[in-house]
C-alpha cells in the first residue's frame, strides 16, 4: 500500500515571517550585549495549538503556543532554537523551541521545515 501524498499549497502560506539569530557583540570596556542579526524573511504558515491540557495550561500562563510551516530551503535548514521568529504582519515573536521535517519518510521528505514556537515568553 502506498503513503498518500500530502501537499501543502502555496497559498496557504499567507504570512511573512522574519527569523533573527542571537549575536553577542562586545564593547571596548569589554561588556557583552545580546542583539538580534536579521538573516532572511520567507513565506509561512502559523497554526494556534488547539486541545490538550499542555496546550490549555500555556494559555493560562499567558503563553501561546504555535506551529510555524516554511518550505526547506538552505537558509531555513539554518534554523535552531536560539533564534526567534517575528510575524511581520502584526509584530509578535515567538521563541522557537523545535525544528523539524514533519514529514520524515514518506514523499513529502525534504520539502517543509515545522517549528514549534511560542509567543509571550522570554526569548
Not at 504570512?15 to 520567507?42: I, M, P
Not at 538552505?74 to 510575524?87: G, S, V, Y
Request: net charge neutral; with cysteine; charged share 25%.
Amino acid at each position: 500500500m502506498a503513503l498518500p501524498q500530502i501537499t501543502e499549497a502555496a497559498g496557504s502560506l499567507r504570512y511573512r515571517v522574519k527569523f533573527s539569530e542571537r549575536d553577542d557583540v562586545g564593547d571596548q570596556y569589554g561588556n557583552v550585549s545580546t542583539g538580534w542579526v536579521d538573516r532572511f524573511t520567507v513565506a509561512a504558515n502559523i497554526t494556534p495549538g488547539t486541545g490538550g491540557e499542555a496546550i490549555q495550561a500555556a494559555r493560562l500562563a499567558g503563553r501561546q503556543p504555535v506551529t510555524i510551516r516554511v518550505r526547506r530551503s538552505p537558509d531555513t535548514a539554518l534554523i535552531r532554537t536560539d533564534w526567534k521568529a517575528t510575524n511581520l504582519g502584526d509584530g509578535t515573536e515567538y521563541n522557537i523551541r523545535t525544528a523539524i521535517d514533519p514529514f520524515q519518510g514518506t514523499v513529502e521528505h525534504g520539502k517543509w521545515c515545522d517549528m514549534l514556537a511560542e509567543a509571550g515568553v522570554a526569548i
